[in-house]
T-cell receptor
Framework: QKEVEQNSGPLSVPEGAIASLNCTYSDRGSQSFFWYRQYSGKSPELIMSIYSNGDKEDGRFTAQLNKASQYVSLLIRDSQPSDSATYLC??????????FGPGTSLSVIP | EPEVTQTPSHQVTQMGQEVILRCVPISNHLYFYWYRQILGQKVEFLVSFYNNEISEKSEIFDDQFSVERPDGSNFTLKIRSTKLEDSAMYFCASEAMRANYGYTFGSGTRLTVV
């Protein structure tokens, strides 16, 4: 069974701090990795994608991928209360299927 | 910003009834997906659809489920005989390229089976 694991949280950080979210996956053949943000009662919203080892930065967000360790992370710099949401790690397991982790709930405290 | 549209936003149905959930994907997207999320649980893959046929489906997607693209714009999920455990948010998603650039999700349909 191919799995994506995340700490469920909640992760609480003060406003302005760095939030660090982690994800591990079981399928060594996975090629594409994504981070989605989901506000309560809403649909997931894509915030980052990463395909090769290393870091990828987009504004306040940095995704990090280490395929050897089967590990993906998301850093959110200068966290804002509006970043409070559940963050979903998602991984391709085939050309036609992306599976999601259970999500990490992030709370940014003003 | 192009978006995926889902209707209805909320559907209540009696156990054993058939429901059809509708989605209008982004117009130039070619790959379509249905996911569901039971309250408090993770987003689960149901089915992927390309070139008018199912390309992959999960164990959840059994004989009571079917998908169709009836008219080149709509993408539907039919549940033939609903069960209480089918109560969930159902999300449609579409992509321009296959599992490469990330999905655009619709706003979802909340299905409540009573």
């Amino acid at each position: 069974q191919k799995e994506v694991e995340q700490n469920s949280g909640p992760l609480s950080v003060p406003e302005g701090a760095i939030a660090s979210l982690n994800c591990t996956y079981s399928d060594r053949g996975s090629q594409s990795f994504f981070w989605y943000r989901q506000y309560s009662g809403k649909s997931p919203e894509l915030i980052m994608s990463i395909y090769s080892n290393g870091d990828k930065e987009d504004g306040r967000f940095t995704a990090q991928l280490n395929k050897a360790s089967q590990y993906v992370s998301l850093l959110i710099r200068d966290s804002q209360p509006s970043d409070s949401a559940t963050y979903l790690c998602a991984v391709t397991t085939s050309y036609d299927k992306v599976i999601f982790g259970p999500g990490t709930s992030l709370s940014v405290i003003p | 910003e192009p978006e995926v549209t889902q209707t209805p936003s909320h559907q209540v149905t009696q156990m054993g009834q058939e429901v059809i959930l509708r989605c209008v994907p982004i117009s130039n997207h070619l790959y379509f997906y249905w996911y569901r999320q039971i309250l408090g649980q993770k987003v689960e893959f149901l089915v992927s659809f390309y070139n008018n046929e199912i390309s992959e489906k999960s164990e959840i997607f059994d004989d009571q489920f079917s998908v169709e693209r009836p008219d080149g714009s709509n993408f539907t999920l039919k549940i033939r005989s609903t069960k209480l455990e089918d109560s969930a948010m159902y999300f449609c998603a579409s992509e321009a390229m296959r599992a490469n650039y990330g999905y655009t999700f619709g706003s979802g349909t909340r299905l409540t089976v009573v």
